[in-house]
């Protein structure tokens, strides 16, 4: 299988706190790879160096090599912002952005330039919507706010938003913790979906849930990755 990430020797210290302690690790295409292990073993940390959204955290300090398609993202030529339209997340609690539900979606495409032209934006707009399991709920409201929806919609709004820009990877941060359990159901269903075109992150505190939606899953322990492997062999083992 295709590797989109490669991460070799990383280390994480915020100041001189060591969160993430030497962690080698694949993330594979058209593939869920799942984080797993105890609230503060460097999950979150470690899905935050993948796009380098660690770095807006000014004692955030990264070491070792990450490379996307074997390009190092922390190559001094490499802009994070470009990067996050490769790399893209969604976070714990929904947040789109105070606008309407067709700019939240419009908005990566735009900046980044990927539509020549109006009917080309609302081409994106449409499929990004589709692909998040959200058009036929929203194709007769584009208008309105994106924040006015249930949290389960507004969740879906920001994969489609993320989706927007054809990220080669998607990180997401316990998308599904704000969640009720219909949109729980639903979001990891899409999840499964999202799993045919994209190479899918998701860090979870929930051993359950990266059974469910997971095909690899990276335990980390007190900043370790004390096992990765495929999602089956690790829950059936004895
Ligand atoms: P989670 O376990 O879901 O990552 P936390 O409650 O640990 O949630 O963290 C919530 C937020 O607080 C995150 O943005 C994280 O970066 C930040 N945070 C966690 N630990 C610290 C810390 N020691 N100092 C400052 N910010 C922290
Ligand atoms: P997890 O996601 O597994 O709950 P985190 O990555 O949030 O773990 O935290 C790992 C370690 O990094 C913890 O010691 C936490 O306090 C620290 N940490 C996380 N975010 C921050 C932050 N923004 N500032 C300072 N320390 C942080």
């Given at each position: 299988?295709?590797?989109?990430?490669?991460?070799?020797?990383?280390?994480?210290?915020?100041?001189?706190?060591?969160?993430?302690?030497?962690?080698?690790?694949?993330?594979?295409?058209?593939?869920?790879?799942?984080?797993?292990?105890?609230?503060?073993?460097?999950?979150?940390?470690?899905?935050?160096?993948?796009?380098?959204?660690?770095?807006?955290?000014?004692?955030?300090?990264?070491e070792?090599?990450?490379l996307?398609?074997?390009?190092?993202?922390?190559?001094?030529?490499?802009?994070?912002?470009?990067?996050?339209?490769?790399?893209?997340?969604?976070?714990?609690?929904?947040?789109?952005?105070?606008?309407?539900?067709?700019?939240?979606?419009?908005?990566?495409?735009?900046?980044?330039?990927?539509?020549?032209?109006?009917?080309?934006?609302?081409?994106?707009?449409?499929?990004?919507?589709?692909?998040?399991?959200?058009w036929?709920?929203?194709?007769?409201?584009?208008?309105?706010?994106?924040?006015?929806?249930?949290?389960?919609?507004?969740?879906?709004?920001?994969?489609?938003?993320?989706?927007?820009?054809?990220?080669?990877?998607?990180?997401?941060?316990?998308?599904?913790?704000?969640?009720?359990?219909i949109?729980?159901?639903?979001?990891?269903?899409?999840?499964?979906?999202?799993?045919?075109?994209?190479?899918?992150v998701?860090?979870t505190?929930?051993?359950?849930?990266?059974?469910?939606?997971?095909?690899?899953?990276?335990?980390?322990?007190?900043?370790?990755?004390?096992?990765?492997?495929?999602?089956?062999?690790?829950?059936?083992?004895?």
């Amino acid at each position: 299988q295709d590797i989109k990430i490669e991460a070799k020797g990383v280390q994480v210290y915020y100041a001189d706190n060591h969160a993430i302690k030497d962690v080698d690790v694949n993330i594979a295409d058209k593939t869920v790879t799942a984080f797993i292990g105890p609230s503060g073993c460097g999950k979150s940390t470690f899905l935050r160096c993948l796009n380098r959204m660690n770095d807006t955290i000014d004692i955030c300090r990264v070491e070792g090599k990450i490379l996307l398609d074997g390009e190092d993202i922390y190559d001094p030529k490499v802009d994070p912002v470009q990067l996050r339209a490769k790399v893209g997340m969604v976070f714990q609690k929904p947040n789109p952005f105070p606008k309407s539900i067709y700019d939240n979606v419009a908005y990566g495409p735009k900046i980044h330039g990927l539509a020549r032209n109006k009917a080309d934006l609302d081409e994106i707009v449409e499929q990004s919507l589709r692909k998040a399991a959200l058009w036929n709920e929203v194709k007769d409201r584009l208008n309105a706010p994106g924040t006015g929806m249930s949290g389960g919609q507004q969740q879906r709004l920001c994969i489609a938003r993320a989706i927007a820009t054809a990220p080669e990877v998607l990180l997401m941060d316990e998308p599904c913790s704000a969640l009720d359990p219909i949109a729980t159901a639903q979001v990891e269903e899409l999840i499964d979906e999202l799993r045919q075109s994209f190479s899918v992150v998701i860090v979870t505190h929930s051993m359950q849930q990266a059974a469910r939606v997971s095909q690899k899953t990276a335990f980390f322990h007190l900043g370790n990755l004390v096992e990765f492997d495929d999602t089956d062999k690790i829950f059936t083992n004895p």
